[in-house]
């Protein structure tokens, strides 16, 4: 009786740490191909077409600052380099009283939220928010 108690504790102790194993070598593979996939992306949409301008990291915002950059692209440009990444929010508007300098009373502005980096089971995944004034990126927000 005491071997099968110590075989079942094994047994479940065994398969919890397989189970930690998986999901985060879940998020180490997320977060090494995640740049990659970012600068493949624009180069498949010829939004870029030079990969030596893609900034490949596994630092979240310094990926997203890079190849983001505030001011410089559009909608559609960050909306096809992060094609096949999970879209968690929209929104949109008309802008009332500005928050950023970019943006006046009466611009339309928009808002997307995509998942970069998954985590595992209660963890908070690594999300990366985008403000857009009149189509034009004018604020980035990393959170996890």
């Known amino acids: 009786m005491k071997n099968k108690k110590a075989l079942v504790f094994i047994t479940v102790c065994s398969l ?14 997320d ?3 995640f740049s ?16 030596s301008v893609c900034h490949i990291s596994q630092n979240v915002p310094d990926v997203m600052n890079s190849m983001f950059p505030v001011g410089k692209v559009d909608i559609d440009y960050v909306q096809e ?9 929209y929104s949109s508007g008309v802008v009332s009283t500005p928050h950023y300098p ?6 339309g502005w928009e808002g997307l939220q995509y998942r970069i980096i998954r985590k595992p089971l209660i ?8 403000v857009f004034c009149e189509g034009i990126l004018v604020n ?3 959170s996890e």
């Open 16 to 29: 919890i740490i397989l189970a930690f194993f998986i999901y985060f070598t879940q998020e180490d593979r």
């Open 31 to 33: 977060r090494k191909a």
């Open 36 to 51: 990659h996939s970012i600068c493949q992306n624009l180069l498949d949409s010829n939004k870029i077409f030079d990969k």
């Open 81 to 89: 380099g992060l094609r096949g990444f999970k879209q968690t929010r």
């Open 102 to 107: 970019q943006c006046s009373p009466g611009d």
């Open 123 to 130: 963890l908070w995944d690594e999300l990366y928010e985008f």
């Open 140 to 142: 980035s927000t990393w």
